[in-house]
């Protein structure tokens, strides 16, 4: 027998880790872990078990935590932040390299726990997960250190809830706690219940890190401690988990003012197209959709290949599924280790077994929470399994034509988190890269992460980033605090038909004026009661309207910036012209006398933002690759506003000019007491060369077209600068596709100054989006 054919035929002997110093450190709390509260772990109260998915063997009882001790928790939390805050950037760096190191002299202990505890393969969480979450700790230590430089004017939140599943316990709560800590705020953390034993052995490990009593606390239980936390006095909730119960959390924050981040499911397409190296494809799928178990967010869990080589390239996959290794996580030699729980071992299979595709498995699986790789082809696009999220080792299939069908196939879901684009012509993968509907992108590659790349999701994968700058900025908000806003009302008067001139205002829908589909209008009066003019009511069909048009104005965002900035100075300069105009009529409907600085501030802001255009852009992240990751600025897509009730000239423009500088298209609700200065308005932005569509504006009560407008599930973002209390309403209805939503939360606003303009208008106009490319062969 030849030396090649002994090495193919030789079979993988057993190379067990030992599971004995993590068992010992279990044992230590043979009764039960309590809640990690204010720098202790407290008494077990009544508990449940935490078992090996692989064995079924019992690893310990973790205690549910009661309302009490959450609010123990938060209080803890609170009395902790001044401190830590106070500790400035630098004294917090030294805690978090103390954690990072000790996550590193203990990696050994924290993999084999977290294989135990989880079910994934020993070498996914000695080589990825340990590694990646001592990566974050380094990482955010120097984002503390610099934070006073390169954040002014940025404090902390205060107390962050945080709430991490069960797929990457250690990973997920590195995450989030290291960027909370960096800049400033104290957390309360909830790990999931099935994998709660490594968020407990880094509270142990933060006592030995010297950390100020308070800063961290964990509580474990059930999906009901969760919902505590969310109901509690915290200002930020971070969550990853679950598109249904991220949108739970958003509709249950509503109106609160707290901050809130979610990273949710995912249904990512992988696609191969036929220059691709076929045999790096299938090797980058292994890990897209089988690196722990097909249980990631972003699993690359909808295969697309291109039909010339899809059955060449479907053959060699098979091939590959066959010499996948399953079983005993903590053997190095296994691939595909234990489903962490049986009852998501029940629903992987329910949904494969009510498939209407052909099913491929290779055998033979072991028995009981294994589930072998899987492949299913042959479904229909709207087929359940091509479109909802089975969080297992489960790939779908289906092929395409060319690289515009293979982006529609890609785009066609209401996930939004990754993609995997596989081509050997550049050209191709950087055409496809950004027009995926993806917060990430790898090119030729799969489940790269780093803590200074940003990742999050669109659409019902959530929103917010996570890792470097922007992760870090989603924990801070502006220094001081802001005042209650005061709404203003219309003034009253009686009737003054006919007018010497009747100028029928009319909406401003798709680049034409239009009589709003009511038929309905109300009058505007000025301080004395004098008629000024009539204000058409939209309703919610010309809502339908607007945004149609807008999203039929979508080649904008395709506009250069160069492009976009020149129609931004044409509005500024026609505004100029019409100048006094505009200010007699700012000043006879708010019955002001700052109606000519209003208009010359709108005009320097539209000036500003024109020459932000080409300047608000991405960067290279600083990660540890042979290649690079761009974070890339791309426009959110339409935009819905409701304008702010003072300065209805220059608040208008301040949500509109900075939207429609980054390529979105926005569909404007006026000042509710002052519409007919937008209705002025829209006559400039005819004679300015604003593509129709881009810029659509609708007058009437903001409390009527607020829930049609942000449950409209072709507007990708809302903002409401109301007057009216309307900021609960926005963020319940913003809850249905999940879409972002920025709001006052009741509070006043300065348009006139810093303010009213900026970079916080910039970061809401946007989505980042973090490709990945290698490079070298």
Not at 61 to 85: G, L, M, S
Not at 350 to 359: H, L, Q, R
Not at 465 to 490: D, I
Not at 633 to 661: E, K
Request: with cysteine; hydrophobic share 45%.
């Amino acid at each position: 027998m030849s030396v090649k054919e002994i090495f193919e035929t030789m079979e993988y002997g057993p190379s067990a880790e030992s599971a004995s110093e993590a068992l010992a450190w279990l044992a230590t709390q043979e009764t039960g872990f309590g809640q990690f509260i204010d720098g202790a772990f407290t008494a077990p109260g009544d508990t449940f078990e935490s078992r090996n998915p692989a064995t079924g063997a019992l690893l310990a009882k973790v205690t549910q935590a009661t309302q009490a001790d959450v609010d123990a928790a938060v209080a803890a939390a609170r009395a902790a932040q001044p401190k830590w805050e106070k500790l400035g950037g630098p004294g917090r760096a030294r805690h978090l390299y103390a954690l990072a190191r000790l996550l590193q002299k203990h990696a050994r202990l924290f993999a084999v726990l977290e294989t135990l505890d989880n079910g994934k393969p020993i070498r996914e969480s000695r080589d990825i997960d340990v590694p990646l979450a001592a990566r974050h700790f380094y990482y955010h230590a120097g984002s503390a250190q610099l934070m006073a430089s390169e954040m002014p004017g940025r404090v902390a939140m205060g107390v962050c809830g945080q709430i991490i599943p069960w797929n990457f316990p250690l990973l997920m709560l590195a995450w989030k706690v290291a960027p909370a800590l960096a800049t400033g705020n104290t957390v309360v953390l909830k790990p999931a219940e099935w994998t709660p034993l490594t968020a407990l052995l880094f509270a142990d490990i933060c006592r030995q890190a010297g950390l100020p009593r308070g800063v961290v606390n964990i509580v474990t239980g059930d999906g009901a401690v969760g919902e505590m936390i969310v109901a509690s006095e915290v200002d930020k909730i971070a969550f990853t988990g679950s598109t249904e119960v991220g949108r739970r959390i958003r509709e249950a924050t509503a109106g609160s003012g707290k901050a809130l981040t979610l990273e949710l499911g995912g249904k990512s397409p992988y696609i191969v197209f036929e220059d691709a190296d076929l045999d790096s494809a299938v090797e980058g799928l292994v890990d897209a959709i089988w690196f722990n178990g097909g249980q990631v967010c972003c699993a690359g869990s909808r295969l697309l290949v291109q039909e010339g080589v899809a059955g060449r390239f479907h053959a060699k996959l098979k091939a590959r599924m066959e010499k996948l290794r399953i079983g005993d996580p903590l053997d190095k030699c296994i691939d595909v280790g234990a489903i962490v729980d049986p009852v998501q071992h029940k629903r992987i299979a329910e949904m494969v077994a009510a498939s209407d595709g052909e099913v491929f498995q290779p055998g033979p699986c072991p028995e009981g929470c294994f589930y072998p790789p899987t492949l299913i082809t042959s479904l229909a696009p709207a087929s359940a399994l091509m479109q909802d999220e089975i969080f297992g080792p489960v790939l779908v299939s289906a092929t395409f034509r060319t690289p515009s069908e293979a982006v529609e196939m890609a785009n066609n879901t209401r996930y939004g988190l990754a993609a995997s684009v596989w081509s050997e012509n550049i050209n191709v993968a950087l055409d496809v890269a950004p027009k995926l509907a993806a917060g990430v992108v790898w090119i030729n590659g799969s489940n790269m992460f780093d803590a200074a790349a940003p990742f999050g999701g669109l659409r019902e994968s959530g929103f917010g980033r996570e890792g470097g700058p922007e992760g870090l900025t989603a924990y801070t908000r502006p220094a001081g605090k802001p005042k209650p806003g005061k709404p203003v009302a219309a003034f009253p008067g009686g009737e003054a038909e006919p007018q010497p001139v009747d100028r029928t205002a009319k909406l401003y829908i798709g680049g034409k004026q239009a009589r709003p589909d009511g038929g309905y209008a109300r009058n505007v009066h000025d301080k004395r009661g004098a008629l000024i003019g009539q204000a058409p009511l939209a309703s919610r069909k010309d809502i339908r309207n607007a945004v149609e048009a807008a999203r039929g104005a979508a080649g904008w965002a395709g506009a250069s910036a160069h492009n976009r900035a020149q129609v931004l100075y044409y509005i500024g300069e026609n505004l100029s012209a019409r100048s006094d105009g505009f200010a007699t009529l700012l000043d006879r409907l708010t019955g002001g006398r700052d109606g000519a600085k209003e208009v010359e501030t709108s005009i320097e802001r539209l000036f500003t933002y024109a020459a932000w255009c080409d300047k608000f852009d991405g960067r290279v992240a600083g990660v540890p690759l042979r290649g690079t990751a761009l974070a890339m600025r791309a426009p959110c897509g339409v935009i819905g506003g409701l304008c702010p009730d003072q300065h209805p000239l220059l608040g208008l423009v301040s949500l509109m000019a900075p939207a429609i500088a980054m390529g979105n298209r926005v569909v404007l609700v006026a000042s509710e007491p002052f519409p007919l200065a937008a209705t002025e308005f829209y006559q400039v932005l005819d004679t300015s060369d604003v593509p129709g569509g881009v810029v659509n504006i609708l007058t009437g009560s903001h409390a009527e077209l607020a829930p049609t407008l942000a449950g409209h599930a072709d507007v990708d973002s809302v903002w409401s600068f109301s007057g009216a209390p309307l900021s609960e309403v926005v963020e319940r209805h913003a809850a249905g596709n999940l879409k972002r939503s920025w709001v006052n939360d009741g509070m006043a606003r300065d348009w006139t100054g810093a303010d009213g303009e900026g970079r916080a208008f910039l970061d809401a106009a946007t989505e980042v989006k973090t490709v990945w490319i290698p490079w070298g062969a």
